[in-house]
């Protein structure tokens, strides 16, 4: 995919599928190298990273098992902490905002560890929006669902402190707009285009989250805008959410659908437990993994209750630090609460460095 600048009297790339009218030039990206490098504490291989998997989904502490004490160890001065990043909720879906350091417990490969350091308030954020521009996105609707998602997310920035980036995807990743606070650059575009292509998802999920492990805001988080249909990639669900889970970035996921195939919906013709839906079920666990959510989009509305809700919970998170443990490996991680009736998302572990 090329990219097409016509604001600036730049060079100009034409395509014979998709034109974008931006300020900047994009650049393609190797899934492989990746686009960033890890902090050292945290550097994680691609293709060893089926952890996740055993994972269980942050809950509240009405249900939790006892934890043992972290076991005595001497800590060598200047390790690199690990910083976890938590939103939590009530049981009806609120966004929860006066809680302390003492409320939450971080258990680590089943023993507790000691909070270093919190922090609980609003903040700037970094999103990367990772849009889906393959051959199945032209079907139903799909990419017209999708652009409106995305102008969605855009009016839900702050023109202070917040800023976003865009990438594209279909076989190959592509940065469009890099991270940026002139979010201009970005509602300039027109996204006019055919899909076309094969669809490499978790590939440009793991490259686009080392990407945004990089940023400084302290919230942030990378949005895929898909269609859920996974037709190239190399990487699995398991793995990616490794990826995204050691540099504590969530993923969240808008699936856009034709109402149609919308699981349980007014105009649905698929049932909820079938397997209608490719990849559904793993994309979800990848969103719930690293910490985020997904939801699936048929209608207007969905998408502007999807957004409004992202945006609730990536505003206000906690932020959690601990030393890791001394073996170093995967370690499958949870944030409890000690409070009743209040459910945590936070990732579900973290690469611990050898010493």
């Known amino acids: 995919m090329q990219l097409l600048n016509v604001s600036d009297g730049a060079h100009k790339n034409r395509s014979n599928h998709w034109n974008f009218a931006t300020v900047s030039t994009g650049k393609g990206i190797d899934y492989v190298r990746g686009v960033t490098r890890l902090p050292l504490a945290l550097l994680v291989s691609t293709t060893i990273l089926a952890g996740p998997a055993g994972v269980s989904a942050q809950g509240s502490s009405s249900s939790a098992t006892p934890v043992s004490q972290t076991p005595a160890g001497t800590f060598k001065s200047g390790v690199e902490l690990v910083t976890v990043t938590a939103a939590v909720r009530d049981a009806r879906g609120r966004v929860v905002r ?18 270093q350091d919190f922090y609980a308030g609003d903040s700037a954020v970094s999103v990367a929006i990772l849009l889906d521009i393959s051959g199945s996105m ?42 940026t606070t002139d979010l201009n650059r970005i ?11 094969l669809t490499s998802l978790y590939d440009a999920v793991a490259a686009t989250a080392r990407s945004v492990g990089e940023r400084a805001n302290r919230h942030r988080a990378v949005l895929v805008i898909t269609d859920g249909v996974d037709t190239g990639s190399t990487m699995k669900a398991p793995e990616v959410s490794g990826v995204a889970s050691s540099i504590d970035v969530p993923v969240y996921l808008l699936t856009v659908v034709n109402p149609l195939d919308h699981p349980g919906g007014q105009l649905s013709v698929v049932g909820t437990a079938g397997n209608e839906q490719t990849d559904i079920g793993t994309l979800s666990d990848l969103a719930r993994w690293t910490g985020g959510d997904m939801r699936i989009c048929s209608m207007p509305e969905h998408t502007l209750a999807a957004v409004d809700d992202l945006f609730g919970e990536l505003r206000y998170q906690y932020l959690i630090t ?12 949870e944030i409890r609460i000690q409070k009743k009736n209040l459910v945590v998302h936070a990732r579900g572990g973290y690469m611990a460095a050898a010493r």
């Open 98 to 115: 006066d809680l302390k350091k003492s409320d939450f417990v971080v258990v680590d490969s089943g023993f507790s560890r000691p909070i």
């Open 322 to 333: 601990f030393e890791p443990g001394l073996v170093p490996g995967w370690h499958p991680l």
């Open 187 to 197: 509602r300039a575009l027109s996204l006019a285009g055919r899909p076309w292509g």
């Open 138 to 179: 032209g079907v139903g609707g799909n990419m017209d669902r999708a652009r409106e998602a995305v102008r969605l997310v855009l009016a839900h920035l702050q023109t202070r402190g917040d800023e976003a980036a865009l990438y594209t995807f279909d076989s190959k990743l592509q940065e469009v707009v890099p991270f």
